[in-house]
């Protein structure tokens, strides 16, 4: 099995910084796509960033230029830096990996138990 762990989240004020990390573990031969999901109460979850095992990263419209997604491919972590924070950003960020447990396996979706991110105004 495979577990995602994220930690980071917290309380901070408009304009404020925070850097959340998920780190995977168990029986994990490869990592395709990493990633981080918010959902805002009310709303339906939505994509944050991911990064592919290579590098490539995908952002949404309402983050770029202020977040920053990265991955240690060799402690299968990935990372959020948020900067610029504002009050639209708060949320519960879920952390995603597309995880392969053998050669022959197909990548299979795992998830984080969220992590609550909080802007004040």
């Known amino acids: 099995q495979v577990q995602l762990v994220e930690s980071g989240g917290g309380l901070v004020q408009a304009g404020g910084s925070l850097r959340l990390s998920c780190a995977a573990s168990g029986s994990i031969f490869s990592i395709n796509f990493m990633g981080w999901y918010r959902q805002a109460p009310g709303k339906q979850r939505e994509l944050v960033a991911t990064?592919?095992?290579?590098?490539?990263?995908n952002y949404a419209d309402s983050v770029k230029g202020r977040f920053a997604i990265s991955r240690d491919n060799a402690k299968n972590t990935a990372y959020l830096q948020m900067n610029s924070l504002k009050p639209e950003d708060t949320a519960v960020y879920y952390c995603?990996?597309?995880?392969?447990?053998?050669?022959?396996?197909?990548?299979?979706?795992?998830w984080g138990q969220g992590t609550q991110v909080t802007v004040s105004s």
């Open positions: 995603y990996a597309l995880v392969a447990l053998d050669y022959y396996s197909d990548y299979t979706s795992y």
């Open positions: 990064i592919t095992s290579g590098g490539n990263t």
